[in-house]
């Protein structure tokens, strides 16, 4: 049975970025029905990710405004457009950042997550479908962000982008798994695959970081040495099975050294998660010879360039790059979600603070101010 909604253009609430570092303002929106092999999703939970920050501060790419920022979110399936067979009024699903469309080489391959249709990307603010927006505000466009823009109590999303999940599972919690969590985690159990009673040394601490902690936790890594240049972050880091904490500005030597003098030459695994390219050097250089392996998740900037020996591949250090955790969306994130389900992951950790739809605006103060790892914004109001 079709919603009374389907078909039919849906007067909401939205959290419109009209400029650069500009408050959010909550606007009444329409948007359009779900064209071709598009979603409708009425979205209950959402959470704010850096990305999101990055992109409404327009610091380092070309802005595109009005905007409706948000991805790392789950919500209930309102209607499906043509083509979408696999999805029905009602589902509970993520709607994801990146996508899997299943037919091309990247979907087929067991290797790769990087679908050539359906690809992050940030400069797009129109859908795949038809090249239009499905927000507008008295007839004038909204762009979206990421394909997702979930900062929206209704949200227009390509099928390939959204997940489905369990109904059982509560969305306030498994929102978080779209985005942030998966990435790190992804970058530790299915990148650099520890084994047991290994050593791993974590780059950044911040959600990322915590999330690959966490995997190398639940891995059973014996060691996990967790470095940052905010001590105020270690004790939080306790909580995701960081055992040992380095502060490099807290050394005269290169932190690579720091770290070869505690573990006998140097860790059995490195994940890099600040962006930073010295960080990247470091944890690269940070392996022990013969084994070790360094995998990169932070985004750096455009121009960076890494530069290490040659000499230290040569000496049998692995050097990996990661993509979202290396998860497909749609074929990965339920496992994900029961895996929290069956409490083998732990989610609640990660969120530090909540927040109504009308205070928007308190989980960019949050981050900003760096009081937040994870900060989740209710879109349903109860």
């Known amino acids: 049975m079709a919603s009374s909604t389907a078909g039919q253009v849906i007067k909401c609430k939205a959290a419109v970025a009209w400029g650069a570092g500009e408050p959010l303002k909550i606007e009444e929106v329409e948007v359009a029905p779900p064209q071709a092999m598009e979603v409708r999703i009425k979205v209950h939970y959402t959470a704010l990710c850096h990305t999101d920050l990055y992109f409404w501060e327009a610091k380092g790419q070309t802005p595109l405004f009005p905007r409706i920022l948000g991805h790392e979110a789950a919500g209930v399936v ?33 290797e790769s997550n990087m679908c050539d249709l359906l690809r992050i990307n940030t400069d797009r603010g129109v859908m795949i479908n038809d090249g239009k927006s499905r927000f507008s505000i008295n ?38 798994l779209s985005c942030g969590v998966s990435t790190g985690m992804g970058a530790t159990l299915n990148v650099a695959k520890p084994k047991k009673d290994s050593t791993v040394a974590i780059f950044g601490l911040g959600g990322v970081g915590l999330a690959a902690a966490e995997g190398a936790r639940i891995a059973g890594a ?50 890099e998660c600040t962006g930073n390219v010295k960080a990247m050097i470091q944890a690269f250089e940070s392996c022990h010879d013969g084994w070790g392996v360094a995998v990169l998740v932070g985004v750096p900037h455009s121009d960076a360039v ?53 205070d928007i605006n308190k989980a960019f103060d949050y981050m900003i101010k760096g009081e937040s790892l994870r900060c989740v914004i209710n879109m349903i109001g109860n």
């Open 78 to 110: 309102e209607s499906v457009g043509e083509g979408v067979t696999d999805l029905k009024e009602g589902d509970s699903v993520l709607p994801v950042f990146t996508g899997e469309c299943g037919e091309c080489r990247h979907c087929k391959s067991e």
């Open 139 to 176: 007839g004038k466009p909204i762009y979206h962000f990421l394909g997702t823009s979930t900062f929206s109590e209704y949200t227009v999303v390509h099928v390939g982008c959204v997940a489905k999940i369990n109904p059982e599972a509560p969305l306030n919690k498994v929102c978080i």
């Open 222 to 271: 014996s060691r996990i040495i967790g470095i940052d240049l905010n001590s105020d972050r270690f004790e939080k880091a306790k909580l995701f099975g960081v055992t040992e904490f380095i502060n490099p500005l807290e050394h005269q030597k290169p932190i690579q050294q720091v770290i070869a003098e505690k573990t006998d030459g140097g860790v059995d695994y490195s994940i």
């Open 306 to 358: 890494f530069a290490t020996s040659p000499v230290n591949f040569l000496n049998e250090r692995t050097l990996k790059g990661t993509f979202f955790g290396n998860y497909k969306p749609r074929s990965d994130l339920p496992g994900l979600v029961e895996l929290y389900l069956a409490k083998k992951l732990e989610l609640e950790k990660f969120i530090t603070h909540e927040v109504s739809f009308a």
